[in-house]
């Protein structure tokens, strides 16, 4: 008789390994795939959880989705401001598990970072598609750590962009971004007055760790798309509850939103309601609602971060680390 093969080998996916697998139109396609799984109902996304700590908060998340085959993944991230000046760490550190929806098989651990990075950036350059006026040149980035470089980068794959201007309540970190820019032969523009860089802006991404809205209605110029990337716990505020009010608002997904994005806040100060929100992105991406309607309109996407994208670009780095044959194999099911 015999012998009955264990589970498969595990993935250890590192860092530069994501970074190495992945290409830009990568993690915009898996997104995509994502949310028109979860227009299609072969996704789902419980409620976050967040684990309070020292210095910071873990926040985790879990997904399952049907493609190929049914994934189900969970990440831990831990999510510690002040990493970056006073140790030199990312802000963001975690890992994510992704495994088989059919057999329970942990086909890989993969470090989070890369992922949640490219894949929030993905979700930005994915509502752009349908949000931004085409006619869009120009990028106002306001925060200028870690989500900026990507949140541009992914823009960039969508958009035609001829001019870029940063923002920072710290000028110094947005005039490093913008030496990084340079360095990749990119032109950005450190800007410190914010309500004219916002009036001379046609697209405008926040990804700050605020607690406090900043960016003002009489801020945006009609026809705008604001991408509102920071508010990823009830604490997290960037945009303020009347600009809510006066655009169009699509979230990424809209329970989520309501607990802790932006929209959280703005349900708070009694000027919008969840029946307010025009659409979440997986109707734009299935063509339930159509995106942007005029020219004029403010179009405003309020990014909280779900667990359907990490288990979507979990599926497609693992694809992809399979076909490499670069990964590390741990036999963590192996009998004792």
Known sequence: MSAVAGPPPTLIITRAEVAALMQPDDWLGAVERGFAALAEGKA???????????????????????????????????NFPEN???????????????????TGALLAVIDSIEVTLRRTAAATALAARFLARLAS?????????????????????????????????????SRRFAETQRGEGRLVEVVTDLAAACGDSDVIVTCTTARSPFLEASFVRPGSFVAAIG????????????????????????????MMGDLHHAIAAGVMTRAGVHAELAELVSG????????????????????????????????KAIDAGRSRAVAFGAAA
């Open 44 to 78: 789902t996304s419980p409620a976050p959880m967040a684990i309070s700590a020292q210095g910071g908060v873990f926040h985790a998340k879990g997904a399952s989705l049907a493609l190929d085959r049914p994934y189900v993944a969970l990440k831990l991230n831990g």
């Open 137 to 173: 040149r120009s990028v106002l980035v306001c925060g200028c750590g870690d989500q900026a470089g990507p949140q541009l980068a992914a823009l960039r794959a969508v958009l035609t962009i001829d001019h870029v201007r940063a923002w920072d309540v710290d000028p110094d970190r």
């Open 84 to 102: 970056p000046a006073t140790r030199g760490w990312p802000t963001i550190q975690g890992a994510l598990l992704l495994c088989d929806g059919a």
């Open 288 to 319: 339930a609602k159509r995106g942007r309607v005029d020219e004029a309109s403010i179009t405003l996407f309020d990014s909280t971060g779900t667990a359907l994208q990490d288990v979507a670009a979990a599926a497609a780095i693992y694809r």
């Open 231 to 258: 508010a990823d716990s009830p604490e997290k505020s960037e945009v303020h509850p009347e600009l809510m009010r006066r655009s169009m608002v699509i979230a990424d997904v809209l329970d989520q939103c309501a």
